[in-house]
């Protein structure tokens, strides 16, 4: 059974920094894909930033440069370090899991994956 657990979210200043961390159980070691989504008020969900075992890691070009996802396969834990922070990142942000492999660049639509955390706000004020 797969659960997918997000934690590390808060309120922070614009210019400041936050880590989420997604804590996963039940995935497979190889043969993933992960990502981190946000939605807004008002505004459908996005990915921010995909990684996989054999993809490429991709990012939104709203995140490039300031955000870093990574993965602890030692602890079984997904992150996004999130640095130069902006109101408009404010957004619930969601991690995503998905059993799949393929090259390329690592996918970032909601409809490839299946299995999602409960979320963890993270607040800009600016």
């Known amino acids: 059974q797969v659960q997918l657990v997000e934690s590390g979210g808060g309120s922070v200043q614009a210019g400041g920094s936050l880590r989420l961390s997604c804590a996963a159980s039940?995935?497979?070691?190889?043969?993933?894909?992960m990502s981190w989504f946000r939605e807004a008020p008002g505004k459908e969900r996005e990915g921010v930033a995909s990684?996989?075992?054999?993809?490429?890691?991709t990012y939104a070009d709203s995140v490039r440069g300031r955000f870093t996802i990574f993965k602890d396969n030692a602890k079984n834990t997904l992150y996004l370090q999130m640095n130069g922070l902006k109101s408009e990142d404010t957004a619930m942000y969601y991690c995503?899991?998905?059993?799949?492999?393929?090259?390329?660049?690592?996918?970032?639509?909601?409809?490839?994956?299946?299995?999602w955390g409960q979320g963890t706000q993270v607040t800009v004020s600016s």
């Open positions: 995503a899991y998905a059993p799949i492999q393929y090259s390329g660049t690592c996918l970032r639509d909601r409809a490839t994956f299946g299995y």
């Open positions: 039940g995935i497979r070691y190889s043969r993933y894909l």
């Open positions: 990684i996989g075992d054999y993809c490429i890691t």
